[in-house]
């Protein structure tokens, strides 16, 4: 299944060719959870804020859908 991903704040940091405008395009078999994504991005679960799936949030154990768009902010802190 194919999937745009679109990474927010610094978590494209750690890769060279990331493109902001259009995020990424990734393949990954079926039945693809989103933990499974991140593990593919090499990205921590500690680091990862809120992810939406096609605009509506999502868990990580969310399944994947072929054509997806998903977009992953980093946690955000403030006072």
Known sequence: MKLNVKLYGTLSRSMDTYDHTNGLEVTLPDRTSLHDLL???N????????MFM?????????QLKDGAKIRIFQPIFGG
């Open 39 to 41: 593990v593919h991005l």
């Open 43 to 50: 990205l921590e679960p500690q680091g990862i804020g809120m």
């Open 54 to 62: 096609n605009g509506r949030p999502a868990a990580k154990e969310t």
